[in-house]
């Protein structure tokens, strides 16, 4: 993915994002940073986990997702949208894509990512590392100081506590063991957590 297609691709998705969930173009651009950090040091095809990072959450700009902000953390991946988030973030990311006349055999594989870029267990069995690298970095922008941010923004200052909190606390911790694979993305989340007192 070379800068000019970079800026065109943010050129279209930026407006696109602005109608999503709040926060969800800051946590864009965080991730693709984190991809990018992740691809220093781990294999993984740039081509394609560049354009998925830009591209996975597209979908909640077209669903109503008031469910999934409704539902408490434990049950949040049970709620409709959660689901169809994915499947129309695919669609989405296909049609913006194929008007960048992306490689076709590329979208394809962008595509098959992000319809399941938030149920880690079965990205982790494609043994695909691109794949990988996307799921970890995903889920990297939930910890650390701009994780506790992220998660202010998106559900507000008064759920940073009580049982809410909790229980976001409690998958976070989980996660530590369920959402990584990769060395750095490991070490990296266990700083990010201490930092945001997962530990304390
Ligand atoms: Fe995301």
Redesign the pocket.
Known sequence: MDTIFEKKLIEKIKPIYKMGRAGDWD?ILR?VNLCKYLLEHENGDKDIVLPTAYL??LGWSAIDFSDFNKASPNVKADSVSFTQHMEQGAVIAGKILTDLEYDSQKITQIQRIIKVHDLPEIVFKMNNISATLVVEA?RL?RYGHTGLERFKTMFGADKLQGSYWEEARQLRRDGLKDWFRTQTAIQLSQKLAGEMGLFD
């Open positions: 946590h991730m996975h959450d995903d922008d």
